[in-house]
């Protein structure tokens, strides 16, 4: 078995001055599968029993300003079609056309009954651009593409980096050439949020392969798929199911004390309480948001207190701290966890500790 490894270009989803955890989005447009609405080359009007949609459009803005849509392309015929092409407007608050562009589905053939993802971009940046609206602009029937490239992926890996590995393995009688594997994060509603794309290589007649892919993870990804294609072969599209999560931040110890940093022994009714806990940052990416919840709950579980301190990451630690002023005898405790701006966790809980308050 040969080795190879495979450089990534990761199209990452989400509206942000720094890549990677705490990137912040501009939802601009959820779309379900839509008919193709006007008639063109290779594109068949409303009323034709020829299917093809454009699915769940995603839309945001990149750090350059431009508006990026991402989006997959349903094949409904029992039929593959390739040159499929998918006409973007780029409108503004009054559903004014700034731009129009088309561009086409990552996959040259999109087979019968399946799905093809696709990134476009608007030209340049324009802050007047508040949501899109995709169609089909065009389309061809095509040969079928055999599946003859069978992807074996082994552990994801998502931390500050999402790392994935595997074989890849040319089933065909020929040599599968300009070979490309892409690996597609879905958000929770079946939304494309980012794209890793390989370089080309070929791979000869029953050689198999290993790969690997590594970038930077979107936040949002709750699902991931896989799925080859070369000039003459594709791939089953494959779910990732060996999935391993570790989380950016962590938190250590949490303390009460009074506001001047002095630990109480009790803690009086009516007097201010000061929560803080040690973060560590083990991610990469500088200058990253985050917001520090406090959570206060009885201990029969009916929550009394939620507060929370924002901050940015401008090192790999940092101390936050909430303040809580309790106003009723009892025992309590406490919970704390790390979010960043668009309420996607960076941490696991913090440890949780008891309180007991006494008048």
Not at 180 to 200: C, G, K, Q
Request: with cysteine.
């Amino acid at each position: 078995m040969r080795a190879l490894l495979l450089s990534s270009f990761f199209i990452i989803i989400l509206f942000s001055s720094s890549s990677g955890w705490g990137q912040t989005s501009t939802d601009l447009s959820l779309q379900p599968c839509n008919l193709p609405t006007q008639q063109g080359a290779g594109t068949p009007g409303p009323s034709s029993n020829i299917q093809v949609y454009v699915c769940s459009t995603y839309s945001y803005k990149a750090d350059d300003g431009t508006t990026v849509v991402l989006g997959e392309v349903q094949n409904k015929n029992d039929f593959p079609i390739l040159n499929v092409k998918i006409g973007i407007q780029f409108l503004d608050g009054n559903d004014n056309i700034v731009e129009y562009k088309t561009g086409t589905t990552l996959l040259q053939v999109v087979p019968p009954q399946g799905k093809a993802p696709f990134s476009i971009s608007s030209t340049k940046p324009d802050q007047s651009i508040t949501r899109i609206s995709a169609n089909i602009a065009g389309f061809n029937s095509a040969a079928p593409r055999d599946q003859q490239l069978t992807i074996s992926p082994s552990l994801l890996q998502v931390s500050d980096k999402l790392t994935l590995s595997g074989t890849i393995t040319n089933s065909g009688t020929v040599t599968s050439t300009h070979t490309r594997i892409y690996l597609i994060s879905f958000d929770p509603f079946s939304r494309v949020v980012a794209i890793a794309n390989t370089t080309t290589t070929d791979i000869g007649k029953g050689v198999t392969l290993n790969f690997n892919i590594s970038g930077m993870p979107s936040p949002r990804a709750k699902s991931y798929s896989i799925v080859a294609e070369s000039d003459n072969y594709q791939s089953q599209p494959t779910d990732i199911t060996n999935v391993l999560v570790s989380l950016p931040v962590t938190i250590s110890n949490t303390v009460v004390t009074d506001p001047n940093g002095t630990k109480y022994s009790t803690i009086p009714v009516g007097a201010p309480v000061k929560i803080s806990s040690n973060l560590e940052y083990l991610a990469s990416n500088p200058q990253q948001p985050y917001v520090y919840y406090v959570q206060v709950k009885q201990f029969g579980g009916q929550v009394v207190f939620i507060g929370n301190s924002q901050g940015v990451f401008l090192g790999p630690t940092d101390q936050p701290s909430v303040t809580w002023t309790p106003d009723t005898d009892g025992s309590y405790y406490i919970e704390t966890y790390v979010w960043d701006s668009d309420k996607v966790p960076l941490s696991s809980a913090g440890t949780r500790i008891n309180v007991v308050l006494v008048k």
